[in-house]
């Protein structure tokens, strides 16, 4: 990877390597920008969520809870 992007960086110098003293030589932005990343939403991560509903759902089932 290093090797391509010397040889295009030469190439589009005229062939002269960017230490004979010239100025270097402007990249291009060929490639579109990256979009930022950013953390997904965040969740509840209880895991006794489902636990809670059975039990709840259990009690109202015998009457315990309206």
Same mark, same amino acid.
Request: hydrophobic letters at 50%; a neutral charge; glycine letters at 0%.
């Given at each position: 990877m290093r090797? $391509?992007?010397s040889d295009a960086l030469r190439q589009k110098s005229g062939g002269q390597d960017r230490s004979g003293g010239g100025a270097a030589p402007a $990249?291009? /932005?060929t490639? %579109?920008?990256m979009r930022s990343l950013a953390p997904p939403?965040?969740?509840n991560?209880? %895991?006794l969520t489902d636990l809670c509903? !059975?039990?709840e759902a259990d009690l /109202? !089932?015998?009457g315990y809870l309206r």
């Open positions: 090797k $391509l992007i $990249l291009d /932005r490639f %579109p920008s939403p965040a969740e991560d209880n %895991p509903a !059975a039990v /109202r !089932a015998a």
